[in-house]
């Protein structure tokens, strides 16, 4: 028989449940009338689980879900990231810092970092803005950052060089090649 999948939120209260339990050695009937007495039927609903269960999650014959979907994006307080990657202990992801337009490649979860707890998936706007700086990161440069004589776009239009701008339209324009990487230079 397969083992059960639950969130973190149930797992903290079963174990609660079961470390309240005074005896060394609990039988299963004490850890079952233990983790049933702890648990709510929304708890039970939220995973999809019924009372036929408990059994299961009093012996613990169940699995905790991971917080994270490979090809995901998340955002957290100052940072968003997509998943690459998921091992024992360890995301490898994408991350943009946005206060540092910094992109960095592996985090660890599950260990109490500012990243893994605040976490949420992304939102579309969000996934665009870590699109839009893995793009400029890629060229060695910053998060909008253009150099007159690189070739732009507008999201409408032909491909022109850059001079200069105002700032609240630089984020309208895509960085087409480097001044560096032109061949007619």
Do not use: W
């Amino acid at each position: 028989m397969p083992k059960l999948t639950i969130s973190k939120e149930l797992d903290a209260k079963i174990t609660k449940a079961l470390d309240d339990l005074t005896l060394g050695f609990s039988p299963h009937l004490d850890k079952i009338y233990a983790v049933s007495g702890e648990l709510s039927n929304s708890d039970l609903d939220a995973n999809g689980l019924t009372a036929k269960d408990i059994f299961d999650l009093a012996t613990g014959n169940y699995s905790v879900k991971k917080q994270y979907e490979v090809g995901r994006y998340y955002r957290s307080s100052n940072s968003i990231f997509k998943v690459k990657n998921i091992d024992e202990d360890m995301v490898r992801c994408k991350i943009f810092y946005e206060d540092e337009n910094v992109m960095i490649e592996d985090f660890y979860f599950n260990c109490g970092n500012s990243i893994d707890s605040e976490a949420r998936p992304a939102k579309n706007r969000e996934v665009k803005i870590l699109n839009r700086a893995e793009q400029f990161y890629k060229q060695g440069r910053q998060l909008n950052e253009f150099k007159q004589g690189d070739v732009v776009r507008r999201a409408q239009g032909e491909p022109f060089y850059f001079r200069e701008v105002h700032e609240s339209e630089e984020s309208t324009l895509t960085l087409v090649c480097t001044k560096e990487k032109r061949g007619d230079l």
